[in-house]
Structure formats: structure tokens, C-alpha cells
């Protein structure tokens, strides 16, 4: 963080670091597909590929802890888009359910972005039901086509790192 001193009182300024980690779960609670973003560093990719920094497992674990409080969120509200659903330090998740019951969980760092972050769910939505059309495509199991990964890492940087 960044701390500047002011001549009355000491004011300090968080200066967020813009890295996103988006996951998709399945209804069983296992991750079908994982990529980061970074805005800072302009990197993003998947998870296997790209380098894994200190904070992956991190990421991973506060994604995971906050299904719980998306499965009490969901029932309360019509909406596909949750918004923000749990908060942990200065993470924030946002949450998004098809109708089939994949949930799509959004690890963040930056707040005032909702209407990109909105966005991106809605194009990977469209994504998501377009490969679930395949009919090798089977919900429970890890997504591994690449041009789905590649439309996925363009919307992150069109919606959320741009």
C-alpha cells in the first residue's frame, strides 16, 4: 500500500493491484474451468499454463469457501447475477448461476467495476451455453477446448482489465 502523510492525521490509501480469478463450479462443487487476470502486469491465462504466483492457492480457497454463501444468496433473489456475495480481506466475490446450476465465481480486488464485471458474466454465459452445445461437452468434467479459453481470456480483458 501506498501511505501519504497528511499535515493533521495520517491518511492511508490502498492502491488495488486489479487481479481477477474466475472459476466455474459445478453443482457438485468442483471447478470445471479456472483463469486469472492481472491488470497491473497485463497477464492473464489459465491456470495450468500460466505462472502460478504466491497467492493462487489463496485465490482458490476464498473462491471455494464462498459457495456456501452463494448457495444461501441464490434462493433469495430471481436474479441470475448476484453481484457481490462475500467479502474476504479486501477480496470480493461476485457470483453468477445458470440454470442449470453452474456457478460462475469471480474473485476480485477491485470495487466500482460491477456494470464490466456484469458484462463479462453475461458474454461467458453466452460462451458457456454455446460450448455446452457440443455433444462430447459434459457439465461435470474440466473444460479443456481452447477457443473456449481464448474467447474467456478476451472478455476478461475487455470487461475487466481494460
Known amino acids: ?9 495520517a491518511r492511508f490509501k490502498i492502491v488495488m493491484s486489479g487481479t481477477y480469478y474466475f472459476a466455474i463450479v459445478s453443482p457438485n462443487d468442483t471447478p470445471t474451468f479456472e483463469v486469472e487476470f492481472n491488470k497491473e502486469q497485463g497477464k492473464f491465462g489459465d491456470r495450468p499454463d500460466s505462472k502460478k504466483d504466491e497467492y493462487s492457492h489463496l ?8 459457495l456456501d454463501m452463494l448457495d444461501d444468496v441464490m434462493w433469495t433473489t430471481p436474479s441470475m447475477h448476484l453481484k457481490s456475495i ?5 477480496w470480493l466475490v461476485s457470483a453468477f448461476i445458470t440454470a442449470s446450476g453452474m456457478r460462475f465465481v469471480l474473485l476480485h480486488d477491485v470495487k466500482g467495476n460491477e456494470e464490466g464485471i456484469k458484462n463479462f458474466f453475461m458474454e461467458v454465459h453466452d460462451l458457456y451455453i454455446k460450448a455446452s452445445m457440443n455433444t462430447f461437452f459434459d457439465r461435470m468434467e474440466p473444460i479443456k477446448m481452447p477457443s473456449f479459453s481464448r474467447k474467456v481470456q478476451y472478455l476478461g480483458k475487455k470487461h475487466l482489465v481494460s
Open 1 to 9: 500500500f501506498i501511505a501519504t502523510r497528511n499535515h493533521s492525521a
Open 59 to 66: 485465490h482458490q480457497f476464498i473462491a471455494h469457501a464462498s
Open 86 to 90: 462475500d467479502k474476504f480481506n479486501e
